[in-house]
T-cell receptor, first 116, second 116 residues
Framework: EPEVTQTPSHQVTQMGQEVILRCVPI?????FYWYRQILGQKVEFLVS????????KSEIFDDQFSVERPDGSNFTLKIRSTKLEDSAMYFC??????????????FGPGTRLTVL | AQSVTQLGSHVSVSEGALVLLRCNYS??????LFWYVQYPNQGLQLLLK??????LVKGINGFEAEFKKSETSFHLTKPSAHMSDAAEYFC??????????????FGQGTILTVHP
């Protein structure tokens, strides 16, 4: 069964460093998402991406964050200069379409980012 | 704006007992509602969804949920808990149409423990 994969499963970085979290969405899906969950808090929407551009982003998704689909398979989240408060579990998701008919979002297992 | 409240961050039941996980939502437009389950070291998996068809929705693993508009609730139930149901459960809401389709807003999660 197709699934969303994410690498690495755990990333440790120093404050101020750049990190790139990678996701491989399900191959025939067109919409891509990033969510994050800070320990003990809710899963929060960061950004949605369609047709090589951002569809929607939350107020969390500031200039330190960027997303890219560098090739036909990967979907990446870059944090330019990490802060301690960026430590969280980051989930990637994909869906066939969005629009006015609902389509299930399939989630990856997450990348745990620890900023020291 | 939308929000989801899950009553009880931890619920503990005995094997064979009724499972009831509570979810209340707030939404300015008709919502789609979801329950996701997360097993350790895995991604979020869709249990069931309400997308404005039948108000009683059946999902995987014997779970069901009832959409009650008057109570703004979407509680998750299972008549008889199994040890394998132990996991974290998330209620989520998505606006049905509009400019934010695709974006899920999650509750804070409920950890279900099942005792032998």
């Amino acid at each position: 069964e197709p699934e969303v994969t994410q690498t690495p499963s755990h990333q440790v970085t120093q404050m101020g460093q750049e990190v790139i979290l990678r996701c491989v969405p399900i191959s025939n899906h067109l919409y891509f998402y990033w969510y994050r969950q800070i320990l003990g808090q809710k899963v929060e929407f960061l950004v949605s991406f369609y047709n090589n551009e951002i569809s929607e982003k939350s107020e969390i998704f500031d200039d330190q964050f960027s997303v890219e689909r560098p090739d036909g398979s990967n979907f990446t989240l870059k944090i330019r200069s990490t802060k301690l408060e960026d430590s969280a579990m980051y989930f990637c998701a994909s869906s066939k379409t969005s629009g006015t008919s609902w389509n299930e979002q399939f989630f990856g297992p997450g990348t745990r980012l620890t900023v020291l | 704006a939308q929000s989801v409240t899950q009553l009880g961050s931890h619920v503990s039941v005995s094997e064979g007992a009724l499972v009831l996980l509570r979810c209340n939502y707030s939404s300015s437009v008709p919502p789609y509602l979801f329950w996701y389950v997360q097993y350790p070291n895995q991604g979020l998996q869709l249990l069931l969804k309400y997308t404005s068809a039948a108000t009683l929705v059946k999902g995987i693993n014997g779970f069901e949920a009832e959409f009650k508009k008057s109570e703004t609730s979407f509680h998750l139930t299972k008549p008889s808990a199994h040890m394998s149901d132990a996991a974290e459960y998330f209620c989520a809401v998505m606006p049905a149409g509009g400019t934010s389709y695709g974006k899920l807003t999650f509750g804070q999660g409920t950890i279900l423990t099942v005792h032998p």
